[in-house]
């Protein structure tokens, strides 16, 4: 589900959280899971949430999660690849446009990611 819009903001730091945040939400589904992906805007801001049917991370992870070099289950750590980073690096730049990041978990039922940045939104790109 998504709504067109253009983005003013820097095209790497923009593909960089859309990265991230949607191959954390594969690597940590389960097999058979779902994804939904929504973008959308209003005035003044950028809507992005990326909702999972994965694993899940345990309450006592979820307020550390965005903390560098954070993995939540070291065994898993030892299967699925990953630095720890991706979501701290998302963190910074979200925070860098003076956005929002929330996420709310459930284990094994899974996990949604919510990014609200305030950006410029032109409804048809010159180009």
Known sequence: NAT??????SMDHIKGIFYN???NAIKYNKVNG???IVLKKNQNNM????????IGIPNKD??????RFYRVDK???KTIPGTGLG???VKHVVYYYKGDIHLTSKEDVGTKITI?????VKETPES
């Open 4 to 9: 067109e819009f253009t983005v003013f903001a």
């Open 116 to 120: 609200e940045l305030p950006i410029v």
């Open 47 to 54: 809507y992005f949430s990326v909702e999972d049917t994965g």
């Open 75 to 77: 065994q898993r750590s």
């Open 62 to 67: 979820q307020n550390r999660i965005f903390q």
């Open 21 to 23: 945040v949607i191959s």
């Open 87 to 89: 979501l701290s690096i």
């Open 34 to 36: 779902r994804i939904d």
